[in-house]
């Protein structure tokens, strides 16, 4: 903690941010010039595909969803001192589960079509979250390892269902049938293409919030995230709950693969997701691990992928590969930018405490000397 | 009848595939050694898979594509450095972040050559000894003399010299050609290699060895005509690797100091 007054305080974040910013676009400029393209032609063409028109927006907007789902799961967990590096698998395979629930179960129309696809996904993430959970919590193994070395585990059991027995005759891509209406998201906006899957992404960040600061469930989250063993000795059900929020981890990414099977693909597809689940632990940490932090950072990602769909045109290939580039560099920058400023912070505390004493006109503490 | 021939080719396939692994869990053992974890040691494979086959190309020499692999990791891994160590930034993110981003050869031969004298050089050398204590007790190592932060350094950038030279390997000695994401997820595969191990070279050297018979296992089982989804296959070692941690590992023994910045 610093003695420095809040205003400074916030002052200083709010310079880290824009010094981090601006760092990351005249890095992204000067890669973008290395490849041969002329950096405001193409943020130009990546304003106008991000947020030149309604149907761009509404882009921009779906784009955000599986992020900001991904990323609220993964603070959660990183809120309890657990680094949940699969959300990529717990995507695929929500997804999975979603598909299997609107395709095997009896159709029910309406709402509760999605509502069952939805439940399904988050259950199926949620499950497969816990693995890597419970074997941290029961064998003392390292929750990164297990969570990535699943992620591939994840992709190849979605292959073979898409391969294999979930895929539908004549089709000239591994991919399901497309789910009939009744078990798809509805569009909100007419004329984009966002669905209703934004609603609940919008009503899970709200969610996550209160769950974090208003529950003692949350209570407990950050503790055991602030000290483990502290935790334990103060009576909290430590393995329990690292497996509670590896799960709940798991199904928010979960539910972020069932929202792209029920609402923007309409059918589980081979290979459908990009790396939502790997560039969500960079926007979770970009929105420093709060909800609505998170929520502008997947705004911000969602829009640049939008963004970076302009530039196909210009220059194909380079369009897939700005996006995560940009996202690296930008949480490298923001990382650096914070440290120089706490770095900085400690000096004015060192000043501030040396200036006091000379006033005080008393001799130093030990502490102080 | 056990074909022996068969065999031979199993084995033969398990070693190929195993020294690039070598290289980056070697790697990652003396950084994770001296306290500093490396979650982008695919990041440094990665780079070095694609910039060994740019410089081996750019120079039509393959000394200078392991040399390029090498720098690239290197580089990497002073990024990782100036956040970490300077900075000290969080370890795990710092990783995470720079991940975002990015036949039989002599390289074979050295990766195993590399198993003990990785061990002689971390038991039986001052320097070794000096990077334990960095490790284990970095704020009694300052204490004793040593100069923590300089120790990581080496220990950082050797690791980024030899995951590149891992990454190199998959592309200088195995395909010839840089493809996205050639390393699928080989860099993690080390990572876990290094905790399965022990953090012993020879640990390390066991659990990638087990790792990469099954790979081979794999790619023999398709031609044995083995009646089994192709993508079970595929999955077989990476759960295969899960498996065996949760088995046989008992309480891991992490160096005390790892991910803490000192």
């Known amino acids: ?84 590096i699969g959300a990529e698998g717990q995507i695929y ?96 906006w007419p004329g984009t293409l966002l669905n209703s899957g934004f609603l609940i992404a919008l009503a899970m960040t709200l969610v996550a919030h209160v769950l974090l600061y208003k529950t003692e469930f949350g209570l407990w989250i950050r503790s055991i995230g602030g000290n483990e063993r502290a935790s334990h000795v103060m009576g909290l059900p430590v393995g329990f709950m690292l497996v509670a929020v590896m799960a709940l981890s798991g199904g928010f990414a979960g539910l972020a693969g069932a929202i792209e099977v029920l609402g923007t693909r309409g059918r589980l597809v081979e290979g459908f997701s990009p790396g939502y689940g790997f560039e969500a632990i960079a926007i979770a940490l970009l929105g420093r691990l709060h909800p609505f932090g998170i929520a502008c950072a997947a705004l911000i990602f969602g829009a640049l992928d939008a963004g970076s769909g302009g530039l196909q045109v210009s220059s194909a290939g380079m369009s897939s590969a700005i996006s995560p580039i940009v996202e690296g560099l930008a949480v490298i920058n923001l990382l650096a930018s914070l440290r120089l400023i706490e770095i900085s912070l400690k000096h004015y505390d060192a000043r501030k405490a040396l200036v006091d004493r000379q006033r005080s006109d008393r001799p130093p503490t030990l502490k102080e000397a | 009848m056990i074909d022996t021939n068969a065999i031979v080719l199993l084995f033969t396939a398990t070693i190929a595939l195993a020294s690039p692994l070598l290289f980056a869990a070697l790697g990652e053992l003396i950084s994770e050694r001296a306290g500093i974890l490396n979650i982008n040691l695919e990041a440094m494979m990665l780079g070095g898979a694609f910039c060994g086959v740019w410089a081996a190309s750019a120079t039509t020499s393959l000394f200078a594509g392991f040399v390029g692999a090498g720098l690239a990791g290197v580089i990497i891994a002073a990024v ?38 990785v061990w002689w050089g971390i038991n039986r050398t001052v320097a070794g000894l000096a990077l334990q204590a960095t490790g284990e007790q970095p704020a009694a190592a300052i204490s004793m003399g040593i100069n923590v932060r300089l120790s990581r350094w080496i ?100 160096p005390r100091g790892l991910g803490i910045n000192v």
């Open chain 1, 1 to 84: 903690m610093t003695l420095a007054p809040t205003s400074l305080r916030s002052l200083a974040l709010v310079l880290a941010f824009a010094v981090a910013g601006l760092m990351t676009l005249l890095e992204a400029s000067a890669f973008l010039a290395a490849a041969g393209i002329d950096p405001l032609e193409a943020f130009h063409n990546m304003y106008v595909a991000a947020l030149g028109s309604k149907f761009a927006i509404g882009t921009s907007l779906a784009k955000t969803v599986p992020r900001l789902l991904c990323a609220l799961g993964i603070a959660l967990a990183i809120r309890g001192g657990l680094w949940n």
């Open chain 2, 155 to 254: 220990a950082l950038l050797t690791c980024g010299a030899l995951a590149g030279i891992g990454g190199g390997q998959l592309t200088l000695a195995g395909l010839g050609t840089f493809t996205p994401n050639v390393t699928a997820g080989r860099g993690f595969i080390a990572l876990a290699a290094v905790v399965f191990g022990r953090w012993t070279p020879s640990g390390a050297m066991v659990a990638i060895l087990l790792f990469t018979l099954i790979e081979s296992l794999q790619v023999r089982a398709q031609i044995l005509g083995i009646k089994l989804p192709y993508q079970v296959l595929v999955m077989a070692p990476y759960l295969a690797t899960i498996i065996a941690l949760a088995l046989f590992m008992k309480r891991m023994k992490a």
């Open chain 1, 93 to 188: 395979l929500g997804a999975a589960g979603a598909a299997g629930a609107a395709m095997f179960t009896p159709d029910i129309t309406g709402i509760h079509g999605p509502v069952v696809g939805l439940i399904a996904g988050f259950l199926v993430g949620a499950l497969w979250g816990a693995i890597p959970g419970a074997l941290r919590a029961y064998r003392g193994i390292n929750e990164v390892i297990t969570s990535l070395l699943l992620v591939y585990v994840a992709i190849q059991i979605v292959n073979y269902l898409v391969e294999g027995p979930w895929l539908v005759p004549n089709s000239t891509f591994p991919a399901t049938a497309v789910l009939p209406p009744g078990d798809r998201l509805s569009r909100i």
């Open chain 2, 80 to 117: 990782h450095g100036v956040l970490c160590i300077v900075l000290r930034a969080e370890q795990v993110v710092s990783g995470v972040a720079l991940n975002v981003l990015f036949n039989q050869t002599a390289a074979t031969y050295i990766a195993f050559l590399l198993v003990p004298l």
